[in-house]
């Protein structure tokens, strides 16, 4: 009920989490199929899934190359 109470008591929040959740499944599918590219993005996951989210709407060049310098921390 936790989440449920929360929407029900900010029903404006309903648009931006089901954009963000379209936004996340989307950068999810643009991940390349290559075993260690999906390594790095799941590392960088457990860094930060906010801020893997923001690194996987860039440029896939400019994306790959800062993927792989944040899941290396």
Do not use: T
């Not at 109470?5 to 999810?28: F, T």
């Not at 790095?40 to 190359?65: E, G, N, T, W």
Request: glycine share 6%; aromatic share 6%.
């Amino acid at each position: 009920m936790g989440s449920l109470g929360a929407l029900l008591r900010h029903p404006d929040d309903v648009y931006p989490l089901l954009k963000l959740k379209m936004a996340a499944r989307n950068a999810e599918k643009q991940i390349p199929p290559q075993p260690h590219w999906g390594f790095c993005y799941s590392m960088l996951h457990k860094v930060s899934r906010s801020f893997a989210l923001v690194i996987q709407q860039l440029d896939p060049d400019l994306r790959d190359a800062v993927g792989i310098l944040n899941s290396s921390v």
